[in-house]
């Protein structure tokens, strides 16, 4: 069962415009998103993240929006740079009643942006 | 402040072995995940330690398991293995368990198995 789902498996954009990420959750219970980034043969690195109190965050030429009602979060990446190419996993979590926390990852998605 | 390392980097095993992993966290962080990771699959949750205790475990079977010893770092080993537990196995660490959410990652070990 995904609780965390990347539709699309890729996207290609063009420099400097704006490239967007989707990412759907079927868990009501999570309450805190996250996006990684990953270049091939390194470990994800944290991009930004998201409280479930919120509906948009901003850091840089990265803003996360998430709309709890559709259970659907966005990243997006303004203007997109060469440098931006790799994969980029979107994660939920949640605190379980035992006081857990664990990250659930979609499939991740490779972006590839033209010069 | 030095990142999440992971000993070895790469690893090639036959059928039938056992291998064990291990992980260094960032200093002052208390929490250790790992994750494997294999093409189309994304990152799947194996198991999170904190203060020495395993807290959380995802739905792999017994051959895997883990340790987290007194200084934070951990180990994950893999008894009998399988030809599709070929992955990256990747560790996380983060400084709670709840609150700071951010996991951070090292590079992970390429594990082939044979």
């Known amino acids: 069962d995904q609780q965390v789902k990347q539709n699309s498996p890729s996207l290609s954009v063009q420099e400097g415009r704006i490239s967007i990420l989707n990412c759907d959750y079927t868990?009501?219970?999570?309450?805190?998103f996250l996006w990684y980034k990953k270049y091939p043969a390194e470990g994800p690195t944290f991009l930004i993240s998201?409280?479930?109190?919120?509906d948009k965050n901003e850091d840089g030429r990265f803003t996360v929006f998430l709309n709890k009602s559709a259970k659907h979060l966005s990243l997006h990446i303004v203007p997109s740079q060469p440098g931006d190419s790799a994969v980029y996993f979107c994660?939920?979590?949640?605190?379980?009643?035992?006081?857990?926390?664990?990250?659930?990852f979609g499939k991740g998605i490779t972006l590839s942006v033209r010069p | 402040k030095a990142g999440v390392t992971q000993t070895p980097r790469y690893l090639i095993k036959t059928r039938g072995q056992q291998v064990t992993l291990s992980c260094s966290p960032i200093?002052?962080?208390?929490?250790v995940s790992w994750y494997q990771q294999t093409p189309g699959q994304g990152l799947q949750f194996l198991f999170e330690?904190?203060?020495?205790?395993?807290?959380n475990k995802g739905n792999f079977p017994g051959r895997f398991s883990g340790r987290q010893f007194s200084n934070s770092r951990s180990e994950m080993n893999v008894s009998t293995l399988e030809l599709g537990d070929s992955a990256l196995y990747l560790c996380?660490?983060?400084?709670?368990?709840?609150?700071?959410?951010?996991?951070?990652f090292g590079p992970g070990t390429r594990l082939t198995v044979t």
């Open positions: 996380a660490s983060s400084l709670f368990r709840q609150g700071a959410r951010e996991q951070y």
């Open positions: 868990n009501s219970m999570f309450d805190y």
């Open positions: 998201i409280s479930s109190i919120k």
């Open positions: 994660a939920a979590s949640a605190i379980d009643t035992g006081a857990n926390s664990k990250l659930t």
């Open positions: 200093s002052g962080h208390r929490s």
């Open positions: 330690y904190f203060s020495e205790t395993q807290r």
